[in-house]
C-alpha cells in the first residue's frame, strides 16, 4: 500500500512539474517575465517564479518534500499554502493566460 502511494506522490510532482514548464512558457507569451529549474533529468523538482508586476511575484516549489506556493510583494512574503491549497493558487495563474483581460486576484 504504501509504496503505492509513495509512486503516485511521485507521479503528481512529475505532473506539476510539466505544468508548471508549460505555464512558465505561457505566461511568457503573454508578457510576464519567469523562470521555471527542474533538478536533473528526472523530473522529480521545481522552482517556478513569475513577475506580476512591479515588487509583486509568485514563487511555487514542488518536490518530492513537499509543495509551496508564496505570494512576494516588495520582498516581503504576503502568503504562504502548502500541499493542494498551493496547487489550487496555480489555476488563477493559468487564468491570466485564459482569460488575459480579466483581472486575478490572489490572497483569498
Not at 11 to 35: H, P
Request: glycine share 4%; hydrophobic share 45%.
Amino acid at each position: 500500500m504504501f509504496l503505492r502511494l509513495a509512486q503516485q506522490h511521485q507521479q503528481v510532482v512529475q505532473d506539476l512539474v510539466i505544468n508548471l514548464q508549460a505555464l512558465s512558457i505561457a505566461l511568457e507569451r503573454c508578457g510576464y517575465t519567469t523562470s521555471c529549474y527542474t533538478c536533473g533529468d528526472q523530473i522529480k523538482s521545481a522552482s517556478f517564479m513569475v513577475s506580476l508586476g512591479e515588487k509583486h511575484m509568485i514563487r511555487f516549489l514542488v518536490s518530492d518534500y513537499g509543495i509551496t506556493w508564496m505570494e512576494i510583494w516588495d520582498d516581503r512574503e504576503l502568503m504562504k499554502l502548502e500541499g493542494a491549497e498551493a496547487i489550487n493558487q496555480l489555476e488563477e495563474l493559468a487564468n491570466i493566460v485564459k482569460y488575459p483581460q480579466q483581472k486575478i486576484h490572489f490572497l483569498k
